[in-house]
C-alpha cells in the first residue's frame, strides 16, 4: 500500500521521479513530524494531504531553479532556519548525494532533527543549532554553501542578510516567498547589494497543488561579503539594511 500518492504526482510534474524507498522515507517523514508536533512545535500543518502539498512538494519546488549535476563533487547545502526540516531533509530524501547542513536557532527542534537523521538514516546532515548572525561569523560555515536555501524565516530585506553570508561567492541563495512579493523585493536591494548579492530570477511556481502565488527567489553571490554582516543576533530583522 504505497502512501505518498499526492507527493508522487506533484514530483512528476516537477520532473522528479521518486522511488518507493524514497516514497517510503516521506512516509516516516510524516509520521514523526505529527508525533514530535504533540511535544515540539514543529508545524501547523498537519493533515496527511496537507503535509505532502505544503511542506514536502513545496520543498521540492526548489528543483525548478536549481538540481544537483551527475558527476560533479557532491554540492554543500545550507538551510537557514529549517524548523521541522524544510525545505532540506524532502531534498536530501530526493537528492540522497547533496551534503546537507540544517540551521536552527531552537534546540528542541534541532533534537527533532537529530531524531529524523537517524530514523531516516541520512548520511551526510549535519544540524548546527544556533542564530544565523552568530553561524555566519565562524569561517567553518562562512561563504562555503550552494546553494543557501531558506523558508518562511523573514522578510527578504532581513532574509537577505541572515542568508547571503553563507553563501559562496559564485553560488547562489534560493528562497521560497509566497504572496505579493513586489513591495518586500524593492525593499530588499540595498540588502542584497550590500551583502555581496545581485538577485538573478524571481520563478513563478506553476503547479496545480498550490492554487496561491508562490515564487522561488534566486540570488547570486557576486562578491564577498563585508565581515561586519550580519550584524547582532536580532538586528537583522529589527533594522534592515535600507
Ligand atoms: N523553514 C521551516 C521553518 C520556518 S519557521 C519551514 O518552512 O517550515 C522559522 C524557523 O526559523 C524557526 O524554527 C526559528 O527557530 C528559525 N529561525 C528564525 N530566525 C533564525 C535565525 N536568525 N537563525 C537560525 N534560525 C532561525
Known amino acids: 500500500m504505497p502512501g505518498m500518492k499526492i507527493l508522487n504526482s506533484g514530483a512528476s510534474s516537477l520532473g522528479l521521479q521518486l522511488s518507493p524507498n524514497q516514497l517510503e522515507q516521506f512516509e516516516v517523514y510524516y509520521h514523526e513530524l505529527i508525533d514530535w508536533n504533540r511535544r515540539v512545535n514543529l508545524t501547523t500543518i498537519t493533515g496527511y494531504d496537507e503535509v505532502q502539498v505544503n511542506h514536502f512538494l513545496d520543498a521540492l519546488t526548489v528543483a525548478l531553479v536549481w538540481q544537483p549535476s551527475a558527476g560533479s563533487v557532491a554540492p554543500r547545502i545550507l538551510d537557514v ?9 524532502p531534498l536530501k530524501i530526493t537528492f540522497p548525494q547533496i551534503r546537507l547542513v540544517l540551521l536552527e536557532a531552537t534546540a528542541k527542534k534541532a533534537a527533532f532533527l537529530h531524531h529524523l537523521r537517524d530514523r531516516l538514516k ?18 567553518q560555515y562562512r561563504e562555503e554553501f550552494d546553494p ?48 555581496g548579492g545581485k538577485l538573478r530570477e524571481v520563478k513563478a511556481v506553476d503547479l496545480s497543488e498550490f492554487p496561491d502565488k508562490r515564487y522561488l527567489v534566486v540570488i547570486d553571490k557576486v562578491s564577498a561579503t563585508p565581515e561586519q554582516y550580519p550584524r547582532r ?3 537583522p530583522k529589527k533594522r534592515p539594511i535600507r
Open 148 to 195: 543557501v536555501l531558506s523558508r518562511a524565516v523573514a522578510p527578504l530585506p532581513a532574509l537577505a542578510e541572515l542568508t547571503l553570508p553563507f553563501c559562496a561567492v559564485g553560488g547562489s541563495v534560493v528562497v521560497h516567498k509566497k504572496g505579493d512579493i513586489e513591495v518586500e523585493l524593492k525593499k530588499s536591494s540595498r540588502a542584497i547589494d550590500t551583502c
Open 122 to 139: 541520512l548520511k551526510d546532515v549535519e544540524i548546527v543549532v544556533g542564530r544565523a548572525e552568530e553561524v555566519a561569523h565562524n569561517a
Open 81 to 89: 532556519g529549517t524548523g521541522g526540516g524544510v525545505p532540506g531533509v
Open 233 to 235: 543576533p536580532g538586528i
